[in-house]
Nanobody, 119 residues
Framework: QVQLVESGGGSVQPGGSLRLSCVAS????????MGWYRQAPDNQRELVAQ???????HYADSVKGRFTISRDNAKNTVTLEMISLKPEDTAVYYC?????????????WGQGTQVTVSS
């Protein structure tokens, strides 16, 4: 069964740090991109950070300099290190994996993990 397992969400005070991790099941092949999206109440889901199979990264402007994405291709794992967290970072964070097979891209999603930044 294809699945993404996320861990690491929680509650922190402003200025705090959290690490999110996501492990993709081994039957997801030909992964070309891994990343994190987030969705706050009453907002659309938005891209936070992505990393390609060649380790090219892309970040939303709002998180540049505070968040760092990394991946371990051998373990099908993507990690998001978050520092200097702000209340506006509060959201459900979703792991995303893109697989390119037979000429098409298939997106897989995790179940989501809550991140709350509040004093």
């Amino acid at each position: 069964q294809v699945q993404l397992v996320e861990s690491g969400g929680g509650s922190v005070q402003p200025g705090g740090s959290l690490r999110l991790s996501c492990v993709a099941s081994e039957n997801i092949r030909d992964i070309i991109v891994m990343g994190w999206y987030r969705q706050a109440p009453d907002n659309q889901r938005e891209l936070v950070a992505q990393i390609s199979s060649g380790a090219i990264t892309h970040y939303a402007d709002s998180v540049k300099g505070r968040f760092t994405i990394s991946r371990d291709n051998a373990k099908n794992t993507v990690t998001l290190e978050m520092i200097s967290l702000k209340p506006e970072d509060t959201a459900v964070y979703y792991c995303n994996v893109g697989s390119w097979r037979l000429g098409r891209l298939t997106n897989y999603w995790g179940q989501g993990t809550q991140v709350t930044v509040s004093s």
